[in-house]
């Protein structure tokens, strides 16, 4: 019997401006090829009975994806459900699932800070499994070539390493714009995974959020040669 291959669920979510609830949550499982095995799109109905969300000027737009079938209204419960079932299928089918985000730290606290927040009971848990987790953003810097370049930070001794970024270098495309919607932005995250997926450099696998690299931005703009000592050439 053939290896079924390895299956990363690329999962990005928009949060709320006070309480930093997901409101928007997304993914979509590729493999090493990019083939697609599933997504989900939804937009939690109880997150806006509890805050509003940042770029709440994009509000419209998220009618706009629900009439075109990109992204469906749900409960945080019903989306977990989801979530967590189609991980168990491809497990069950034999392959190995590895979740994955672009600063991954932020996106697996606070979908399980949602829910226990929704439910009021903070033994909530996001997964009902043990789950292989690893930050795309962490595997990218890795691998990045040396010569990466971008738009610099604020205090001007940086290169910003945002997924915007990221991908602007790795697309040959400066003028591309992350949405913060959270089923495209999956997208773009998935396409910078396939780039680091094909440098072959060992994956930063983790069992557990609080194991995640911290100041990855920082790890980057080092491995890069960049000391954050001088301004950086604009």
């Known amino acids: 019997m053939s290896k079924k291959p390895t299956l990363y669920v690329v999962t990005d979510i928009e949060t709320t401006i006070k309480k930093r609830m997901a409101f928007d949550i997304a993914w979509q499982t590729i493999d090493k090829t990019g083939k697609i095995y599933a997504k989900g799109s939804f937009v939690i109905r109880e997150a806006f009975k509890v805050d509003v969300p940042f770029f709440k000027e994009k509000l419209g737009h998220y009618f706009d994806d629900a009439w075109n079938h990109l992204i469906q209204p749900a409960s945080i419960f019903e989306v977990r459900e989801e979530y967590n079932d189609q991980i168990t299928n491809f497990k069950n089918a034999g392959h190995r ?138």
């Open 97 to 234: 699932v590895v979740g994955c985000a672009y600063n991954a730290a932020f996106d697996f606290k606070y979908m399980p800070e949602t829910i226990q927040t929704i439910s009021d009971n903070p033994a909530e848990r996001w997964m009902n499994q043990p789950f292989e987790m690893m930050d795309i953003w962490d595997y990218w810097g890795n691998s990045v070539p040396l010569h990466y370049q971008a738009e610099t930070s604020a205090s001007g001794k940086y290169y910003s390493t945002s997924a915007e970024s990221a991908y602007r270098w790795e697309f040959c495309e400066k003028n591309f714009v992350e949405r913060h919607m959270a089923w495209h932005d999956c997208e773009i995250e998935s396409a910078i995974l396939l780039k680091a997926l094909a440098r072959k450099q060992v994956k930063p696998i983790v069992n557990h959020p609080k194991k995640f690299a911290g100041a990855v931005w920082k790890k980057i703009n080092t491995r890069l040669g960049v000391t954050g000592k001088e301004m950086l050439a604009a």
